[in-house]
């Protein structure tokens, strides 16, 4: 029942928009991407921007037709001015020079794209790109703000190197930054909308000494897609996280801890505040007990390590819990290489939780470091759901739309 899941961006119908900034060129790699995940993309290229890339560019990446100016006074501009932005989830202008975003600010309807936008009901992105200067300028900025107060949603330029060999801010972000801001607009109003939840992703790392720690091979995989998956779904993200070689979902607010002991800390003082807790993180259950001032050297001989207990962050929330005058929802993982229901049953109990998902590491299809997982999801009331194997956003989705149910 659940091997195909559609992400965010399936069957969305996307008006892109590109205006002439030397940055087009990375729009057809944005309407590439949209399109692999299964977005309907239509795009609208401006005369300018016709100087850096061609409709061909666009038609080949979507697989269907791009527009430009000529098609506002073609065969079909009757039913094209306002058709393209009537039938859209989303329009987005990226790269958006400093003319366009003047042009929308003012509500001109000189070009397909900005008659386009005119028409349009749905929420409108615009990403900003230009050289150096011309986004500070007062005029674009007061712009930006007119656009802002209207209800778009700007993506900010980033900074760093600018066509015109100049350092500074204006270059349109990267795809996948894009399309994290993108999936953001998406998921307002979704199964988690104006709920907070917090989630830990990674291994902890307990020191040993300055150079050496004792660590796990979670990647981070299954945390951070569940913080997308919340996100998609239009809730508050707080992600946990410790050091992985992940790039945090866009629109998280991320938190950077190492040890056990820095996410106990962190978990409790953001646990308040939350609706849900998705506690992914691999916790190391033991640290050194004395963590060595200077690096152990190998003259000293092999050392002892002695270890000591960490402390049970699900544990510790179970406390806070009772405290809480409202439904708070707490999952947990449990990745076991035997007995696997057993296990899970076991900690879904006595850590208190709404729903475990256990995993079994074995299977090399599953667990740490790839990319799917085979879960059970094992709930408070008895209930229990076997998962095929899928991806780990896949799952992710899932867990959300759990959890969701269980906060109704
Ligand atoms: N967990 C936690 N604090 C710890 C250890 C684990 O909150 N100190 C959480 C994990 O984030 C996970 C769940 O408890 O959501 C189960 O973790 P797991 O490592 O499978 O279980 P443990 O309780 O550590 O038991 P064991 O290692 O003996 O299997």
């Not at 830990?200 to 569940?226: C, F, H, I, M």
Request: with cysteine.
């Amino acid at each position: 029942m659940y091997n195909i899941r559609m992400s965010i961006l399936s069957n969305k119908r996307i008006v892109l928009g590109v205006s002439g900034s030397i940055a087009a060129y990375k729009a057809a790699d944005l309407a590439s991407k949209l399109t692999q995940a299964g977005a309907q993309v239509d795009v609208i290229l401006t005369a300018s921007a016709e100087k850096f890339v061609t409709p061909l560019t666009f038609q080949s990446v979507t697989g269907r037709r791009a527009y430009t100016d000529a098609d506002l006074w073609g065969s079909e501009a009757h039913v094209l001015h306002v058709g393209l932005g009537h039938a859209a989830h989303l329009l987005v202008i990226a790269p958006c020079t400093a003319n366009t975003l003047a042009k929308l600010a003012h509500g001109q309807a000189d070009t397909l794209l900005t008659v386009t936008a005119l028409a349009a009901a749905c929420p409108l992105i615009v990403a900003p790109a230009m050289d150096g200067g011309m986004y500070d300028h007062p005029a674009t900025q007061k712009n930006i703000d007119t656009l802002r107060k209207r209800g778009a949603y700007i993506i900010e330029p980033a900074e760093g190197h600018l066509a015109s060999g100049l350092t500074g801010k204006g270059r349109l972000p990267e795809t996948p930054e894009l399309i994290g801001h993108i999936r953001l607009v998406l998921g307002r109003g979704g199964l988690l909308a104006g709920k907070r939840v917090l989630v830990t992703a990674g291994g902890t790392q307990e020191p040993l000494d300055p150079v050496r720690v004792l660590t796990n091979r979670s990647s981070g995989k299954q945390g951070y897609a569940l913080a997308q998956a919340a996100l998609d779904a239009g809730a508050q993200v707080t992600l946990i996280t410790t050091p992985t070689a992940l790039t945090p979902p866009v629109g998280a607010k991320v938190i950077r801890v190492e040890t056990a002991a820095q996410m106990l800390d962190a978990v409790l003082k953001e646990f308040p505040a939350c609706d849900a807790l998705l506690m992914a993180a691999a916790v190391a259950d033991f640290r050194p007990k004395t963590v060595a001032e200077n690096k152990i050297k190998k003259e000293g001989g092999i050392p002892q390590i002695e270890l000591e207990a960490t402390e049970d962050i699900l544990k510790a929330v179970s406390g806070l819990r009772s405290e809480a005058k409202r439904k708070q929802v707490v999952a947990g993982f449990a990745a076991e290489s035997q007995s696997l229901l057993e296990n899970a049953a076991n900690k879904l109990q006595s850590k208190k939780l709404d729903l475990i998902a256990a995993n079994d590491i074995s299977a090399s299809d599953a667990g740490f470091s790839v990319e799917t997982n085979r879960i059970t999801l094992l709930f408070a009331d008895g209930r229990r759901e076997s998962l095929s194997l899928m991806s780990k956003s896949e799952a992710a989705e899932i867990i959300v739309e759990r959890v969701a149910a269980l906060l109704e």
